[in-house]
């Protein structure tokens, strides 16, 4: 603003001198060429402004408007980024969580029923395609049903040796179990893998 008051104020101080120049001088050749050189004069100082953009340097003018710190936008951009992807992360995890609990219930009362086993953790292992979240693997443990009712501890023996039977045996059952899971969940068998704990 006072780059403009000073402009105007210079128009208005150099009108004023050609007047009274035009009243001081008498009528001759010498007031026709006072006239002329005030005239230029009111046109440069008129121009002044425009000058100064063609007798500063392009270079530095340009630069000092481009380059205004880049440096926030890019720090800004990098927090969204970073912000972005723990929302992305959390939100997969809750997909998950709620896909884990989903199955677990659906096939909760039948496996209790069929094999006398309770699904205790159930990880997924999801895969993005189109968009969506498909199951790529899921791993079940399951161990032996508890019942509700309390009842008296009996004495437990441990055997740390397993026949090969009891092997075979387990093994069986985990497929079995599987390609129930999988039947149930509209998986293929290889998709589900089984940890039985607590068998007998």
């Known amino acids: 603003m006072a780059v403009i008051t000073g402009w105007i104020t210079n128009i208005i101080v150099l009108i004023l001198l050609a007047t009274v120049l035009e009243l001081l001088l008498p009528n001759s050749n010498m007031q026709r060429y006072v006239k002329m050189v005030i005239g230029l004069m009111l046109m440069a100082v008129i121009l002044s402004p425009i000058l100064t953009i063609f007798t500063k340097d392009f270079d530095s003018m340009l630069r000092s408007a481009a380059l205004t710190d880049p440096t926030p936008d890019a720090r800004m951009e990098n927090q969204i980024e970073s912000k972005k992807s723990e929302i992305q992360a959390s939100n997969a995890a809750y997909i998950e969580e709620q896909m884990a609990v989903q199955m677990k219930s659906q096939v909760e009362k039948e496996l209790r029923d069929q094999f ?63 390609y129930f899971l999988a039947d149930e969940w509209g998986l293929y068998p290889n998709q589900v893998g089984i940890q039985v704990k607590g068998g007998e």
Not at 123 to 144: F, H, M, P, W, Y
Not at 158 to 176: G, H, I, P, R, T
């Open 116 to 178: 006398n086993l309770e699904i205790t953790h159930v990880g997924l292992e999801l895969k993005d395609a189109e968009g969506e979240k498909n199951i790529e693997q899921i791993a079940v443990t399951v161990s032996k049903a508890v019942e509700k009712d309390v009842q008296d501890v009996e004495a437990v023996s441990v055997s740390f040796e397993l026949s090969e039977e009891e092997v075979q045996s387990s093994d069986a059952q985990s497929k079995k179990v599987a």
